[in-house]
């Protein structure tokens, strides 16, 4: 069903990016999945940097953010099969390379919570942060972490 969402949308998953440091992507504990935070990669290069709203537009972040879910979905599925087995999006926490006058950070990670919500219906409500920070990793504009439930 899930799958089925995702092509509705548009969606194809794209083979997990690796991890740009010293970590694993997923862990897995209990029921929960704890995916390490993701930036909008996309062939093996970030296809959204710089800072909000003076080197990209809030437009082009909201895109970075939908980029990110997609490549935290794309390890969830690489690490549990299917994506059909999540059965709560339980957390999300989003983080905007910003400017320091810049305050409209959940203006860009509505763009993830509202995709999550597409595809997962009720299930895909979760509680959420949405931060400004000064850089981000190789200078992406979002990243994106998620915790979830799955049976």
Do not use: W
Not at 69 to 79: H, M, S
Not at 84 to 108: A, L, Q, R
Not at 136 to 142: E, I, Q, W
Request: proline letters at 7%.
């Amino acid at each position: 069903m899930i799958e089925e969402n995702l092509a509705s949308l548009g969606i194809l998953l794209p083979t997990p990016p690796k991890p740009a440091g010293s970590y694993i992507p997923v862990v897995r504990t209990g029921n929960l999945i704890f995916v390490s935070g993701q930036i909008p990669m996309k062939d093996g290069q970030v296809q959204f940097k710089g800072q909000v709203p003076t080197s990209i537009s809030i437009e082009d972040a909201q895109k970075a953010a939908k980029l990110c879910i997609t490549n935290v979905l794309a390890q969830i599925k690489a690490e549990i099969g299917t994506l059909d087995k999540i059965t709560k999006i339980v957390k999300v926490s989003g983080f905007v390379n910003s400017s320091p006058e810049f305050y409209e950070h959940p203006k860009i990670i509505n763009a993830a919570s509202d995709l999550l919500f597409a595809i997962f219906g009720e299930k895909g409500k979760h509680a959420r942060i949405a931060v400004g920070v000064a850089s981000l990793p190789l200078n992406s504009a979002v990243e994106i972490d998620l915790v979830a439930e799955t049976t």
